[in-house]
């Protein structure tokens, strides 16, 4: 019953983001976020941040995904593991389309590196990375025997989140409360996707 409180809670804080962002009320500190990032703009960083984006975009991640499953299906036998995975994806990218057309906001008309159609909040890249890397670190958390390999992964994980988070923001394409609000819907989702998966798992069917 605390973790269904405790996910009300954290929907309830989304909307009340949502709220601020609905009613320009975070216009300082995108202002002040996008300002600092992109004021460090270099030739090096471009490129990385260009790299960053394009690893948190589909074309990456779903030959990415395909493999993991493969991995999951035929060589681990882990089905359940590779249920959790699909349909966690799968309700992140069907989620972020769902709340990009209920929300309508354009994207920032500021300094842009790149250019990059379709509404902004909450930002795709970061639903995506969030609940790819984040079910990848469960998943495998549970089978690294090593403790120095588990923080390992952990650091690789947030270090990617944040990355393509920023990397979009460097570029021009989002504002830092899309990012926000994609990191705080997605770890909703996700304890959601964990909670039933371990339920299910304990079943045994």
């Given at each position: 019953?605390l973790?269904?409180?405790?996910?009300?809670?954290?929907?309830?804080?989304?909307?009340?983001?949502?709220?601020?962002?609905?009613?320009?009320?975070?216009?300082?500190?995108?202002?002040?976020?996008?300002?600092?990032?992109?004021?460090?703009?270099?030739?090096?960083?471009?490129?990385?941040?260009?790299?960053?984006?394009?690893?948190?975009?589909?074309?990456?991640?779903?030959?990415?995904?395909?493999?993991?499953?493969?991995?999951?299906?035929?060589?681990?036998?882990?089905?359940?593991?590779?249920?959790?995975?699909?349909?966690?994806?799968?309700?992140?990218?069907?989620?972020?389309?769902?709340?990009?057309?209920?929300?309508?906001?354009?994207?920032?008309?500021?300094?842009r590196?790149?250019?990059?159609?379709?509404?902004?909040?909450?930002?795709?890249?970061?639903?995506?990375?969030?609940?790819?890397?984040?079910?990848?670190?469960?998943?495998?958390?549970?089978?690294?025997?090593?403790?120095?390999?588990?923080?390992?992964?952990?650091?690789?994980?947030?270090?990617m989140?944040?990355?393509?988070?920023?990397?979009?923001?460097y570029?021009?394409?989002?504002?830092?409360?899309?990012?926000?609000?994609?990191?705080?819907?997605?770890?909703?989702?996700?304890?959601?996707?964990i909670r039933?998966?371990?339920?299910?798992?304990?079943?045994?069917?």
């Amino acid at each position: 019953m605390l973790w269904l409180i405790l996910l009300i809670l954290a929907i309830a804080g989304f909307q009340g983001l949502s709220m601020l962002v609905s009613h320009n009320q975070l216009k300082r500190f995108d202002e002040a976020i996008i300002s600092a990032v992109q004021g460090q703009e270099n030739d090096t960083l471009t490129a990385i941040a260009k790299v960053l984006s394009k690893i948190g975009s589909s074309s990456i991640f779903i030959p990415a995904v395909l493999v993991i499953a493969i991995i999951l299906f035929i060589v681990l036998k882990h089905r359940k593991e590779l249920v959790l995975l699909l349909g966690g994806l799968l309700g992140s990218t069907l989620l972020n389309s769902l709340l990009k057309s209920i929300y309508h906001r354009a994207r920032p008309d500021i300094h842009r590196i790149v250019e990059q159609q379709g509404f902004s909040y909450p930002s795709g890249h970061s639903m995506s990375s969030f609940t790819f890397y984040f079910l990848i670190t469960y998943l495998l958390w549970r089978h690294i025997p090593r403790r120095s390999w588990r923080i390992a992964l952990l650091l690789f994980s947030a270090a990617m989140i944040i990355g393509i988070g920023l990397s979009r923001i460097y570029l021009g394409v989002h504002y830092p409360s899309d990012i926000l609000a994609g990191y705080w819907v997605s770890a909703c989702w996700v304890a959601l996707c964990i909670r039933l998966f371990r339920s299910w798992a304990r079943t045994g069917k």
